[in-house]
């Protein structure tokens, strides 16, 4: 196998791309289609995720690093991947709630009221989430969770997923290669 000595940084913003590339493609088509919050879109998003973790794992592992990849190197490239992916799928929501359709976040805030309306809380607890809901439920909040949220998954996936696909060199190997 070919060594391609590309950093881990390369690779996770390719990955990242592509990524945030199919999502994005995702939620528009979920949003032409008047699918959003379809919970088959939501299993087949976190599916993109981990599909193209662990083609970036693979791809880096064996086109970059002659068929060799370290635990630490595979949660590096898959929190990078993470970042950049959330990040990029972040700001285009953000875009899109910001200025092309701002009446999504009031359909979100709605069904995240109706969900603790069936809770049984008093009037009290439901004004008090009804504001939380206010302040969280906007389009720079909503960049700044996806972004965190993305890099929290990206790390507890990666940490799988490396342990999975990682393939260290041997003492042997690397003794003989020096």
Do not use: C
């Not at 635990?71 to 953000?94: A, D, E, N, P």
């Not at 909040?141 to 972004?147: E, K, Q």
């Amino acid at each position: 196998m070919e060594k391609d000595n590309s950093s881990i940084g390369k690779v996770a913003l390719k990955y990242g791309a592509i990524i945030a590339a199919a999502l994005m493609l995702l939620s528009l088509v979920a949003y032409v289609s008047n699918l959003s919050g379809n919970r088959f879109l939501g299993w087949l998003e976190n599916i993109i995720i981990i599909g193209g973790l662990v083609w970036a794992m693979m791809n880096f592992r064996d086109k970059h690093r002659g068929g060799y990849m370290e635990f630490g190197q595979g949660v590096s490239l898959g929190t990078l991947v993470s970042l950049f992916g959330g990040s990029l799928t972040s700001l285009y929501s953000f875009i899109f709630l910001k200025y092309i359709d701002p009446s999504a976040l009031d359909g979100l805030k709605d069904a995240s009221m109706e969900r603790v309306m069936q809770g049984g809380y008093s009037d009290a607890e439901l004004e008090m989430m009804d504001s939380i809901f206010q302040f969280v439920y906007t389009p720079g909040m909503m960049l700044i969770g996806g972004i965190l949220g993305a890099i929290l998954g990206g790390v507890i996936i990666s940490l799988i997923l490396a342990a999975i696909i990682k393939k260290p060199k041997s003492l042997f190997e690397e003794a003989t290669q020096e």
